[in-house]
């Protein structure tokens, strides 16, 4: 590998005096064509779909590879800053529609295709959607980057090149089935190899300790099964501003060395086998959302990423900078996306000190002033923890390590608190026990200068309960930055109709400044304003209410209330609120009480984690009353029910335009922030939800009159929570002990007895941590509301524009500047044409 190795005095082909590539719709046409025929050798005969979109696609990339150069030579030539995206998972979504907008390449790609006698839909339509993420951590980190590329701030992201990202679902009997999503079967023309920058991963071994040649005592680890680094880049596209970032995936790959000990007992084949240990460590994407299951590979998957990532930095600083680490933390800093990557700060202390030579306090001093962390969750089977063993065997120099910091740790805490031996144990790294464990978030955050929560009540219940003994030790580390989604993706691209509407009335400015919103208030008293925004919605709904049919054979009405819950399948979530509602709906037609109805179309879509069996039966309860309402003559034109399979970012795309009413129905305080809800608003969707997460900063700037609130809120859960009594409040309310009826008579599940009596259970529990029937009745009342409101349609209207006007703030172009202000403190860097 070593002679690959990018040599910093090779400029000879540095500035390839190329023209710049033409933009116009002659040239994609051109450049398509050549494609086709000359790289891919296909004709008009070639009937495959495929290679249409792969020719497009590398025209484009073409067109971005040029700025991704420019951009890379003026962020080595600034010798700024720069700030590191570190996350297990990246939720990308389809790229090709994307590059297309942020080049500004639409018109002239749908034109040059035209001449050549395609259409540029149908083209975009077969590309795979990279599944890299399970849902709202993974799709923020997609929507950070594209924020940063816009803002022009350098910042790369490091991740993991799954070769099988989050599994498909099909719905079979209305039961949830996996099947592997093998998304780079047909190769991925956004990607770049840089088998140049390999890195050597060590895992296993032991420690030893020898002289150094300046005759000091060191550590070195050794022994070790080392596993290849080799790194893949995606560019990065900002909006329409030349700047190209990168985001650099690592595929693990086997060593050329073998097992000499098997070698030599003539075990070939089986030496040549092992290669294959290696390379399962980017193999799979782990499939859970908020929850861990503690197996070996995650450990190896987060340590590998980390290893990779910190050495590709360092390697890059010193090409940059020399071996002079004394400005190391003034310019760099990694962001950690939870704990998942948060090994890193224990491997950041072993690379300066091992590898680097640096004294622990120096090498300290820099980790703890680069390392950032971002929380995002407060339920208990979410926090990492591993244990102490299994680092001892796989990662014995960084377990040396964790130790040494949580010596050094602890000796600080007795000195603020003398004597407090019960703080001492709450806040150590290592939780003792039976099988004692590592306490990834608080390695976060010892190793942080920055620690942050996703949402305002979030922050505040971090600082409140979970991280309560290390605020109290270091208040200014902690801070809040709300989420936010991008406007391109989530506006611009996936609401073509509404952007010709908004460009028209506020001009395009939005597109990167979405607080210009509020400038379509005054419009909603426009009564032909309101008209228009009317028609958009309703096309975009019928765009839906099109997939909905081919795909789930249901037929929607298009002007009934599209409500809409799609996310993942977490009892905290509480999709088994929304379908009790259903089921009450189902049962007030069958008793004849539709007067004043508001026909209604119910969605749903998400995956459960294969091994959640909680989730994947409501994932069944909703398929089962869906069956039972839609096949029943008395719900037609009144009530549809539609569970939409493989919900993942191209759905949305289609789901968040085509919506009038957006659930976000959790437990409060159980949510960190949402992402969903900001997806919906901007697209003028109107919120039904508790006071949880963003949820509680979208009525804040909507107005409380636009958005249906209902449930208790977070500190009344918890005050709840000793005299909660499900079975009273079942007992007490006709109408949720009417629908708790027609589920424990079997009503949804005729020729499956029993299926659903563990969700039965769960409601019925008093230790029910989701308390679903304290909100039901609260809930029913909300949806009333909801229901009268869109009967009036002006009135309905004026508040889907005024969400859609108040959604500004929910643009992660917003939280970046925040994250840049707070705590990167990055320069906006122009690359030079
Ligand atoms: C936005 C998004 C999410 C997050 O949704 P929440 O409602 O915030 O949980 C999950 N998956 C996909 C595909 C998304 O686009």
Same mark, same amino acid.
């Given at each position: 590998m070593s002679s690959l190795t990018n040599s910093p005095?090779?400029?000879?082909?540095?500035?390839?005096d190329l023209p710049p590539l033409p933009m116009d719709a002659d040239g994609i046409a051109e450049g398509f064509s050549r494609y086709y025929?000359?790289?891919?050798?296909?004709?008009?005969?070639?009937?495959?779909?495929y290679y249409p979109y792969k020719a497009l696609a590398m025209t484009l990339r073409d067109r971005l590879m040029e700025r991704w150069n420019q951009t890379r030579r003026a962020y080595d030539d600034s010798k700024c800053k720069r700030t590191y995206y570190l996350s297990l998972?990246?939720?990308?979504?389809?790229a090709l529609s994307n590059a297309m907008l942020n080049l500004n390449l639409n018109q002239a790609a749908e034109q040059g295709l035209y001449q050549l006698g395609r259409v540029l839909e149908e083209i975009a339509s077969n590309e795979p959607d990279p599944g890299l993420g399970n849902g709202g951590l993974g799709r923020l980190a997609a929507c950070f980057l594209d924020s940063c590329a816009t803002l022009q701030l350098p910042v790369r992201g490091y991740g993991l090149r799954y070769e099988y990202g989050m599994f498909r679902q099909l719905i079979e009997k209305g039961a949830q089935i996996e099947e592997p999503d093998h998304w780079l079967r047909d190769g991925n023309p956004w990607e770049q190899e840089r088998p140049e920058f390999t890195q050597r991963i060590q895992f296993y071994g032991r420690t030893e300790s020898y002289k150094d040649h300046s005759g000091r005592l060191a550590i070195r680890w050794v022994d070790t099964h080392d596993v290849l680094a080799v790194p893949y880049d995606i560019p990065v596209p900002g909006y329409r501003n030349n700047t190209v970032n990168t985001l650099r995936l690592w595929k693990a790959a086997a060593t050329d060395e073998f097992d000499l000990g098997e070698f030599n007992a003539g075990s070939y084949p089986e030496s040549v086998a092992q290669k294959n240990d290696a390379e399962?460590?980017?193999?799979?994407?782990?499939?859970?959302d908020a929850s861990e299951n503690g197996k070996e590979l995650r450990l190896r998957q987060q340590f590998f990423l980390a290893s990779a990532s910190i050495k590709d930095v360092l390697r890059d600083w010193i090409r940059l900078h020399?071996?002079?680490?004394?400005?190391f933390a003034e310019l760099n800093s990694f962001q950690l996306n939870?704990?998942?990557?948060?090994v890193s700060v224990a491997e950041l202390m072993r690379q300066l000190i091992?590898?680097?030579?640096?004294?622990w306090d120096e090498a300290w001093a820099i980790t703890s002033h680069t390392m950032a962390y971002t929380n995002h969750t407060l339920?208990?089977?979410?926090l990492e923890r591993w244990p102490v063993r299994l680092f001892q065997l796989l990662l014995p120099r960084i377990l040396e390590i964790i130790y040494e910091i949580n010596a050094r740790f602890l000796d600080e805490v007795s000195q603020h608190w003398p004597g407090d031996t019960d703080r001492l144990r709450r806040m150590s790294l290592i939780e003792e026990g039976d099988d004692p464990q590592v306490r990834m978030a608080y390695l976060a955050i010892v190793g942080s200068y920055s620690i942050n929560g996703v949402a305002a009540l979030h922050s505040q219940l971090l600082v409140e309960g979970l991280f309560r003994d290390f605020h109290e030790l270091w208040p200014h580390k902690f801070n809040n930055k709300t989420n936010g989604v991008t406007p391109?993706?989530?506006?611009a691209q996936c609401n073509p109709g509404l952007r010709g509407l908004l460009d028209e009335t506020i001009?395009?400015?939005?597109?990167?400044?979405?607080?210009?919103?509020?400038?379509?208030?005054?419009?909603?008293?426009d009564a032909s304003f309101r008209e228009r925004w009317h028609a958009i919605k309703r096309e975009n709904k019928q765009r839906l209410a099109d997939q909905v049919a081919e795909i789930c054979r249901v037929d929607l009405p298009v002007d009934a209330m599209f409500d809409v819950q799609v996310k993942r399948i977490h009892e905290y979530k509480r999709q088994l609120l929304n379908i009790l509602h259903v089921i009450h709906l189902y049962s007030r037609i069958k008793q004849g009480d539709t007067q004043d109805w508001t026909p209604r179309c119910v969605l749903f879509g998400g995956k459960a984690a294969p091994g959640y069996v909680m989730a994947k039966q409501i994932i069944k309860l909703i398929n089962n009353v869906a069956k039972v309402v839609n096949k %029943? !003559?008395?719900?037609?034109?009144?009530l549809r029910v539609a569970f939409i399979p493989d919900y993942r970012v191209s759905l949305m795309e289609v789901i968040a335009p085509g919506t009038d009413l957006s659930e976000q129905i959790s437990?409060?305080?159980?949510?960190?922030?949402?992402t969903g809800n900001m997806k919906f608003m901007m697209n003028g969707a109107v919120t039904i939800g508790t006071l949880d997460g963003a949820n509680i900063e979208i009525r804040e700037q909507v107005g409380e009159e636009n958005f249906f609130l209902f449930g208790l809120t977070a500190a009344g859960v918890e005050s709840l929570r000793n005299h909660y009594d499900p079975n009273g409040i079942i007992a007490s309310d006709p109408t949720l002990r009417n629908v708790v009826t027609l589920l424990e008579c079997g009503h949804f599940n005729q020729f499956e007895p029993g299926i659903f009596d563990a969700i039965i259970h769960s409601i019925r529990n008093?230790? %029910? !941590?989701?308390?679903t029937a304290a909100d039901f009745a609260s809930y029913v009342e909300a949806q009333e509301q909801a229901a009268a409101t869109y009967r009036d349609r002006e009135r309905w209207l004026r508040m889907s524009i005024l969400n859609a006007a108040s959604?500004?703030?929910?643009s992660s172009d917003r939280t970046i500047a925040e994250y840049n202000q707070d705590i990167w403190h990055l320069p906006t860097i122009q690359p030079s044409r």
């Open positions: 005095q090779n400029p000879s082909n540095a500035h390839l025929a000359y790289t891919f050798g296909r004709d008009q005969d070639c009937q495959s779909a998972e990246f939720l990308m979504g389809r399962h460590i980017t193999m799979v994407l782990y499939p859970n020399g071996r002079d680490f004394s400005q939870d704990t998942h990557p948060a091992d590898e680097q030579h640096l004294e339920l208990p089977e979410a391109r993706r989530w506006l001009g395009s400015d939005w597109v990167c400044n979405l607080d210009q919103l509020s400038r379509l208030a005054p419009h909603a008293d %029943d !003559p008395a719900t037609e034109g009144l437990t409060a305080g159980k949510e960190a922030s949402g008093p230790h %029910d !941590p989701w308390m959604s500004g703030y929910f």
